[in-house]
């Protein structure tokens, strides 16, 4: 699978914020940004934060790791969606 590096390194301990932000590029601050736009829009519960949205991602990309099973990557995008919506 393409996402086994990053998987890897993401359950190593790997601080992906830390070396994106010392290239320049604010991982969090982007995700904070979408997700406030989100949650202004209705389109995102105003009780989700960053580390929730993170989690979810991280969780997505275990549940896909070493699989070519498009079904459950689709079905995991498909539940962090709707569990992300406000209700």
């Known amino acids: 699978s393409t996402l086994f590096p990053y998987t890897t390194l993401f359950r190593s301990g790997f601080d992906f914020d830390a070396v994106a932000l010392s290239e ?4 969090m601050g982007t995700l904070r940004g979408l997700l406030a736009r989100a949650q202004q829009a209705g389109a995102v519960s105003g009780d989700i934060d960053t580390s929730d949205v993170k989690a979810l991602i991280a ?5 896909v790791s070493g699989t070519a099973d498009t079904a459950a990557r689709d079905r ?5 969606c709707q569990g992300l919506r406000s209700l």
């Open 24 to 27: 320049g590029v604010d991982i």
């Open 59 to 63: 969780g997505c990309l275990a549940r």
């Open 76 to 80: 995991m995008i498909r539940i962090a």
